[in-house]
């Protein structure tokens, strides 16, 4: 499986983006999938997640509320919707994606993802 994720760019605070990562090599609409970011000087951190079958979803304490994970299986792509964007979220988003259907306990786990698109950067300015 490929990923490839965009739709990064600049935005102020309290403006939208969308990021979308595509899947191509394997049907997808089976895996787990899940959005990753890095900030500078920081660790990678878990953002949102989402199962095969749409219906459930997790997300960090720090984007909840204000991003939303979705997937349209017949585009093979996983969308990160985020708005309310703070300074704090710039980083680079990575998207990840498994064929095990991870449970809460795991999805946040990096090293539970199989595949790994090559990130996308936003910038948030105040």
């Known amino acids: 499986v490929q990923l490839q994720a965009s739709g990064g760019g600049w935005v102020q605070t309290g403006g939208s983006l969308r990021l979308s990562c595509e899947a191509s090599?394997?049907?997808?609409?089976?895996?787990?999938s899940a959005w990753f970011r890095r900030a500078p000087g920081k660790e990678r951190e878990f953002v949102g997640a989402?199962?095969?079958?749409?219906?459930?979803?997790f997300y960090a304490d720090s984007v909840k509320g204000r991003f939303t994970v979705s997937r349209n299986n017949a585009k093979n792509t996983v969308y990160l919707q985020m708005n309310s964007l703070k300074p704090e979220d710039t980083a680079i988003y990575y998207c990840?994606?498994?064929?095990?259907?991870?449970?809460?306990?795991?999805?946040?786990?990096?090293?539970?993802?199989?595949?790994w698109g090559q990130g996308t950067q936003v910038t948030v300015s105040s």
């Open positions: 989402i199962r095969w079958s749409g219906g459930n979803t």
């Open positions: 090599g394997r049907t997808f609409s089976t895996y787990t």
């Open positions: 990840a994606a498994t064929p095990r259907s991870l449970i809460l306990s795991t999805v946040r786990q990096a090293n539970e993802y199989d595949y």
